[in-house]
């Protein structure tokens, strides 16, 4: 986020300087209007240039930017479905477990094989 605020000021501070550079140019001239028109033309020129060129690499470096971040929030995601995977095995595995206990239960109950259980005392 600062990358691209400090970008946003060069470029603002880029600008303006330009313009200040052009009207001093104007207003301080030595030459003719024509010889001033045609430095005038060259120095936008330029400076037009500097700034697609600037445009362009931020550009770049926000695509960059940006395949980085796809790259982690894909990384990220098969993480989470890893984690999900194993989670829903545990799961299933105690599942497992507990139904097994529970049969056993209701096994040794129509057994008769329960435990006695002990007398609870019930208050009036």
Same mark, same amino acid.
């Given at each position: 986020?600062?990358?691209?605020?400090? &970008?946003?000021? &060069?470029?603002?501070? &880029?600008?303006?300087?330009?313009? @200040?550079?052009?009207?001093?140019?104007?207003?301080?001239?030595?030459?003719?209007?024509?010889?001033?028109?045609?430095?005038?033309?060259?120095?936008?020129?330029?400076?037009?240039?500097?700034?697609?060129?600037?445009?362009?690499?931020?550009?770049?470096?926000?695509?960059?930017?940006?395949?980085?971040?796809?790259?982690?929030?894909?990384?990220?995601?098969?993480?989470?479905?890893?984690?999900?995977?194993?989670?829903?095995?545990?799961?299933?595995?105690?599942?497992?477990? &507990?139904?097994?206990?529970?049969?056993?239960?209701? @096994?040794?109950?129509?057994?008769?094989?329960?435990?006695?259980?002990?007398?609870?005392?019930?208050?009036?």
């Amino acid at each position: 986020m600062s990358d691209h605020d400090e &970008f946003g000021a &060069f470029l603002v501070g &880029f600008i303006v300087g330009g313009l @200040a550079g052009a009207v001093a140019a104007l207003l301080l001239a030595p030459q003719s209007g024509e010889e001033t028109r045609a430095v005038i033309k060259e120095r936008s020129i330029e400076l037009r240039d500097r700034a697609t060129a600037e445009a362009e690499d931020a550009w770049k470096r926000a695509e960059e930017t940006a395949k980085e971040a796809r790259s982690r929030a894909d990384e990220l995601a098969k993480q989470a479905i890893a984690q999900g995977e194993e989670i829903t095995l545990k799961a299933r595995e105690k599942g497992k477990e &507990f139904a097994e206990t529970a049969k056993k239960a209701v @096994a040794r109950g129509k057994k008769g094989n329960s435990p006695e259980l002990p007398e609870l005392p019930i208050e009036a």
